[in-house]
């Protein structure tokens, strides 16, 4: 059983591009969330798919936005990014959208935005 | 709204000390979640318990246990006879009972275990 991988490990972008995260789900998974953690404090949600829908949205702006593929694997795009962008970007897997459920995370994206 | 809190942001004890963090929430769901994650230096977050808003009873998992009190909203962790590769960021998170809403994580307690 694989775990939660994401893709790239770190990034380092300037302010106005746009980035694209990748994160394959833990096998069998079909519910996968994005998280944005800044330096110093605690994971913040952005959103949630769910069979390839977004299931629920964090407080972000629509310049961060996703999609879920078939296999459950998932993309977190960014457009026009800013310096308050960077952050450590997690990836979340569970087996189902149960709130209950127990989530596995990955390693998560360093993006550095200059 | 929901909320967590964890007031201690650092903590340093030494090997073998027990340790507990601390973490309070709010919420007005009466079905609800609660989590918590260890997050060691390479950065993924590691499950290490769930409790639902039912199950008051304490927990021990090896040296770890954890004290849910509803009455004080607190949910707190133990680690007994603490060791160097205890050494991370841990969350306390809370997760109500609707689909689509997520955790909601505390700011985190940095724990350092000393040699």
């Known amino acids: 059983e694989t775990g939660v991988t994401q893709s790239p490990t770190h990034l380092i972008k300037t302010r106005g591009q746009q980035v694209t995260l990748r994160c394959s789900s833990q096998s069998g998974h079909n519910t996968v969330s994005w998280y944005q953690q800044a330096l110093g404090q605690g994971p913040q949600f952005i959103f949630q798919?769910?069979?390839?829908?977004?299931?629920g949205r964090g407080n972000f702006p629509p310049r961060f936005s996703g999609l879920q593929f078939p296999n459950y694997s998932s993309e977190l795009n960014v457009n026009a990014l800013e310096l308050d962008d960077s952050a450590l970007y997690l990836c979340a897997s569970s087996l189902d959208r149960w709130t209950g459920a127990e989530a596995f995370f990955g390693q998560g994206t360093r993006l550095t935005v200059v | 709204a929901q909320k967590v809190t964890q007031a201690q942001t650092e903590i340093s004890v030494v090997e073998k000390e027990d340790v507990t963090l601390d973490c309070v929430y709010e919420t007005r769901d009466t079905t609800y979640y609660l989590f918590w994650y260890k997050q060691p230096p390479s950065g993924e977050l590691v499950f290490l318990i769930r409790?639902?808003?039912?199950?008051?009873q304490n927990e021990i998992s090896g040296r770890y246990s954890w004290n849910f009190q509803k009455s004080t909203s607190s949910f707190n962790f133990t680690i007994t006879a603490s060791q160097v590769v205890d050494s991370a960021v841990y969350f306390c998170?809370?997760?109500?009972?609707?689909?689509?809403?997520?955790?909601?994580f505390g700011p985190g307690t940095r724990l350092s275990v000393l040699p």
């Open positions: 409790r639902n808003s039912f199950d008051e």
């Open positions: 998170a809370l997760r109500g009972d609707n689909y689509g809403q997520n955790f909601v």
């Open positions: 798919y769910y069979r390839e829908e977004e299931n």
